[in-house]
């Protein structure tokens, strides 16, 4: 199947903070999305993008689209406690069948 | 607007016996989809529906998992007999159109076959 590679794994940063993470592939995505998962709950959808370059935000929340397809960004400013859990990212092509990274999980120290 | 749910929450089962899942989608979605998630990864898509029809089962392990949304509404994801590695978290999720592919979660079923 598809390969998708998120990184970091793991990150602890401190509340305040800002916080870069990506995702990408080995193959074109014509759709990214961006999910957050809190433990013992379904992955909760914060950001879709849909057009190369595209740049969306959501509260505290931005994500883009990268130019070449194959890759995707999402940032989150001003950290909060709560913004604690595993973040993921899903693409698809033809519109059909997405495929998630292995996830980003943050900690951020109060 | 009630999300998508999904039953039981947890289940614990000895390996070859079989086990059922159960997802009602958000109201009027038309497409349904069933995840497995592994502890530590992302969730990996088992089968697709498109109302009652299937549109992709190529990742499901068919000589164990069965999977059926006979009205275009709830369905059910079957596993018989259940193997060790398939101790995961039974994700069900639904979108509304296919060319607006927003998935929308339940809370999972978390399987343990010891």
């Known amino acids: 199947g598809q390969q998708l590679n998120q990184s970091p794994q793991s990150m602890f940063i401190q509340e305040g903070e800002d916080v870069s993470m990506n995702c990408t592939s080995s193959?074109?995505?014509?759709?990214w999305l961006w999910y957050k998962q809190d433990p013992g709950e379904g992955p909760v959808l914060l950001i879709a993008?849909?057009?190369?370059?595209e740049l969306t935000s959501n509260g505290r929340l931005t994500a883009q689209f990268g130019i070449t397809r194959k890759d995707s960004f999402l940032n989150i400013s001003a950290s909060i406690p709560s913004d604690v859990g595993i973040y993921f990212c899903?693409?698809?092509?033809?519109?059909?069948?997405?495929?998630f990274g292995s996830g980003t999980k943050l900690n951020v120290k109060p | 607007e009630a999300g998508v749910a999904q039953s039981p929450r947890y289940k614990i089962i000895e390996k070859r016996q079989s086990v059922a899942f159960w997802c009602n989608p958000i109201?009027?979605?038309?497409?349904l989809y069933w995840y497995q998630q592994i502890l530590g990864q992302g969730p990996k898509l088992l089968i697709q529906?498109?109302?009652?029809?299937?549109?992709?089962d190529s990742q499901l392990p068919k000589d164990r998992f069965s999977a059926e949304r006979l009205k275009g509404v709830d369905s059910t994801l079957k596993i018989q007999p259940a193997k060790l590695e398939d101790s995961a978290v039974y994700l069900c999720?639904?979108?509304?159109?296919?060319?607006?592919?927003?998935?929308?979660f339940g809370p999972g079923t978390r399987l343990t076959v010891t």
């Open positions: 193959s074109i995505f014509n759709t």
């Open positions: 109201s009027g979605h038309a497409t």
């Open positions: 529906f498109q109302n009652n029809g299937v549109v992709d």
């Open positions: 899903a693409g698809a092509y033809n519109f059909n069948k997405f495929y």
């Open positions: 993008l849909y057009k190369a370059g």
């Open positions: 999720a639904s979108s509304s159109a296919r060319g607006l592919h927003e998935q929308y």
